[in-house]
C-alpha cells in the first residue's frame, strides 16, 4: 500500500518537474533576447510561447533569432571603420578609372 502512494507521488512530482522544465527551457531564446537586449525580445517571448503549441518546431528558430542582435554591434551585418575605408577606397579608385574613361570618349567624340 506504501508503495503505490509513493509511486504516484514520485509520479506527479515528475510530471510537475517535466511540466516547469519545458516551459523554462522555452524562455531560453527570451532570456538571451533580454540579456542582450535584443529590440524584438517581446516577440520572441511571445513566439517562445506559441511554440509551445507546435510541438516546438520554430524554438531553434527562436534560439537563432535571439542570439543574432548583440548591442555593441548590432546585427553583425555592418562593416568595420576599416572595411569601410578599404570599400571607400575602391569605389574612389574605380570611380577615378570611369572619370579617366569619359573623359577619352568625350575627346574622341569631339574629334
Do not use: C
Not at 569601410?84 to 577606397?89: M, N, T
Amino acid at each position: 500500500m506504501f508503495l503505490d502512494y509513493f509511486a504516484l507521488g514520485v509520479l506527479i512530482f515528475v510530471a510537475i518537474t517535466i511540466f516547469y522544465g519545458i516551459i523554462a527551457i522555452h524562455d531560453i531564446p527570451y532570456e538571451i533576447a533580454k540579456h542582450r537586449n535584443h529590440p524584438q525580445q517581446d516577440a520572441i517571448h511571445v513566439a517562445g510561447w506559441v511554440s509551445l503549441l507546435t510541438l516546438h518546431v520554430i524554438w531553434p528558430f527562436l534560439w537563432i533569432w535571439a542570439t543574432l542582435y548583440r548591442e555593441d554591434r548590432g546585427w553583425g551585418f555592418q562593416a568595420t571603420d576599416a572595411t569601410k575605408s578599404d570599400a571607400l577606397g575602391q569605389l574612389k579608385a574605380e570611380l577615378a578609372g570611369v572619370n579617366q574613361r569619359l573623359a577619352a570618349l568625350e575627346h574622341q567624340a569631339k574629334d
